[in-house]
């Protein structure tokens, strides 16, 4: 195939239908099984660095919503599962970068502003920030670059900001990429550059993003959450803040809008968002002390002809 001799930087820019989603993973077959036959019995190995990351660790996610349900978040008539992604039974799940349709997969990111432009919000726009906290240690595969051939073209795949991509990332994820004992994938942003530096938010020096599988999803927790406007430059202005009641009532929400007690909500804010600074430099902490569940296991796979 002399497809396959195209640079792994040029192969995901732009999809090809001629190749198709059949093709572009037959491109990955035979990367990692150069000399297959039909008969024949492949063993292969390739490099994918586990992301651990510790019970407590928080992520940003958001999801936009419209004016008029933010004006019913705003007087308390929200629920838990408006803070997550819906569940194929009440909503129809399109598509996405890991998740086939109507599969759910928890989108969450290392940072608020990530977490904002990978929404794609525009000024202007209400939408529900939330901190979404892990309930268990998690460990998500993450592919490196620069290891082996075979991982530069899934690095290379994954980095693709066409979205025609979906369904070859869900087929080469699904079917190469997800082992027992792993909570799902971690990846870099098409959105953000490492090392990036935003003039109101600062230096974001790992712009990274987290898939949480379907079935881990129970496995975390709300934390807290504002309901925002988006102002120029991805400025939130919280109207209102929402937390989880208490670990035995975590379905119960209570919550605070800025026009019940300002003073009240800007102190009850700040305090907030202190806390979860705090909580980062934490966590980093521990995990530099080896503080956390081994997932030291050697992944196997099998994969059939």
């Not at 928080?58 to 819906?86: C, H, M, N, W």
């Amino acid at each position: 195939m002399d497809m396959i001799q195209t640079t792994a930087q040029s192969m995901f820019d732009v999809f090809d239908d001629e190749i198709g989603v059949d093709g572009y993973y037959e491109m990955f077959r035979a990367k990692l099984f150069p000399n297959s036959s039909p008969n024949s019995i492949d063993v292969a190995a390739f490099r994918l660095e586990g992301k651990i990351f510790r019970k407590g660790s928080s992520f940003s996610r958001v999801r936009r919503v419209s004016v008029e349900q933010a004006e019913k978040f705003v007087a308390g008539q929200i629920t838990l599962d408006d803070f997550y992604p819906p569940k194929p039974h009440k909503m129809s799940i399109p598509q996405g970068r890991f998740n086939e349709g109507n599969h759910r997969v928890l989108y969450v990111a290392q940072h608020p502003l990530l977490a904002m432009k990978e929404c794609e919000l525009q000024t202007g726009e209400y939408f529900l920030l939330s901190y979404i906290e892990l309930s268990i240690d998690m460990c998500f595969f993450y592919a490196v670059p620069g290891v082996d051939a075979f991982t530069d073209m899934v690095y290379q795949l994954l980095m693709s900001k066409d979205k025609k991509f979906y369904p070859v990332i869900n087929r080469v994820s699904n079917e190469m990429l997800r082992f027992e004992g792993f909570h799902g994938i971690a990846y870099d942003s098409v959105k953000m550059p490492k090392g990036y530096i935003d003039e109101k938010w600062g230096a974001i020096a790992e712009p990274m993003n987290i898939a949480v599988s379907g079935e881990f999803i129970r496995k975390t927790k709300l934390d807290v959450a504002w309901l925002s406007y988006c102002g120029e430059g991805f400025v939130p202005f919280q109207h209102a803040m929402f937390k989880s009641l208490s670990n035995k009532k975590k379905n119960k929400i209570t919550h605070i809008s800025y026009w019940d007690d300002k003073a009240r909500f800007i102190a009850e804010v700040t305090k907030e968002q202190r806390r979860q600074n705090l909580n980062i430099g934490k966590i980093s902490r521990l995990l530099d002390r080896g503080s956390y569940q081994d997932f030291g296991h050697p992944p196997v796979k099998m994969l059939f002809k």
